[in-house]
């Protein structure tokens, strides 16, 4: 089966520019997971969503930062405007509605770099 | 809130020697697991190894074994006979069970040496 797929995978604009990254789930998966990983930090956790309906968004920053998943299938993820702090890798995960201890499946990151 | 530490940044080993990558974590729940998480350069992160909390047998998965210790909060990653595909960034991770966030440590940067 395909994993999960990131757009772009490297990103450098300016500050006070928009960037949208693309986060394409496993067919099938109803769980969608955004983390970053700020350069030199852990990973932490943006949002979860189920589905279409955003399940849990505490880790969400600020609200320059915007996800959606229309229908339930991929997910973007809107940065506007940038600012420096939000460099790092975005991380996407998809998981099957019971993961029940299991990992899950990651995209290879988009790293964004904002100037 | 769940916290995971993993005081080594950087770490490197010679091929076809043991490394030792090491985890600890701060929890007050009971049940839950752990994970071992290796992101080569520009790929993706795919997972190593699991542990069970409620399980005492440590985990193994062919080369890669854990040393899962509950009372010590600690649980480290035994690579053996090191390859040059391990080379990569190595993340600890704990989820609470029932649960769907993770908790990530700051990762090791795994170098091995031919």
């Known amino acids: 089966e395909a994993g999960v797929t990131q757009f772009p995978s490297h990103s450098v604009i300016e500050k006070g520019q928009t960037v949208t990254l693309r986060c394409d789930p496993i067919s099938g998966h109803d769980n969608l997971y955004w983390y970053r990983r700020v350069m030199g930090k852990e990973i932490k956790f943006l949002l979860h969503?189920?589905?279409?309906?955003?399940?849990?968004e505490s880790g969400m920053p600020n609200n320059r930062f915007l996800a959606e998943r229309t229908g339930g299938t991929y997910s973007t993820l809107k940065v506007q405007p940038a600012e420096l702090e939000d460099s790092g890798v975005y991380f996407c995960?998809?998981?099957?509605?019971?993961?029940?201890?299991?990992?899950?499946?990651f995209g290879s990151g988009t790293r964004l770099t904002v100037v | 809130a769940q916290t995971v530490t993993q005081s080594q940044p950087e770490m490197s080993v010679q091929e076809a020697e043991t490394v030792t990558l090491s985890c600890t974590y701060d929890?007050?729940?009971?049940?839950?697991?752990l994970f071992w998480y290796k992101q080569p350069p520009s790929r993706q992160m795919i997972l190593v190894i699991r542990?069970?909390?409620?399980?005492?047998q440590n985990a193994t998965e062919n080369r890669f074994s854990v040393n899962f210790q509950k009372a010590a909060k600690s649980f480290s990653l035994k690579i053996s006979d090191s390859q040059l595909g391990d080379a990569a960034m190595y993340f600890c991770?704990?989820?609470?069970?029932?649960?769907?966030?993770?908790?990530f440590g700051t990762g090791t940067s795994l170098t091995v040496i031919p």
């Open positions: 969503f189920v589905k279409e309906s955003k399940q849990d």
């Open positions: 991770a704990y989820r609470s069970n029932p649960g769907n966030q993770f908790y």
């Open positions: 995960a998809s998981s099957q509605e019971r993961v029940q201890g299991h990992g899950y499946t």
């Open positions: 542990q069970e909390a409620y399980k005492q």
């Open positions: 929890t007050s729940e009971s049940d839950y697991y």
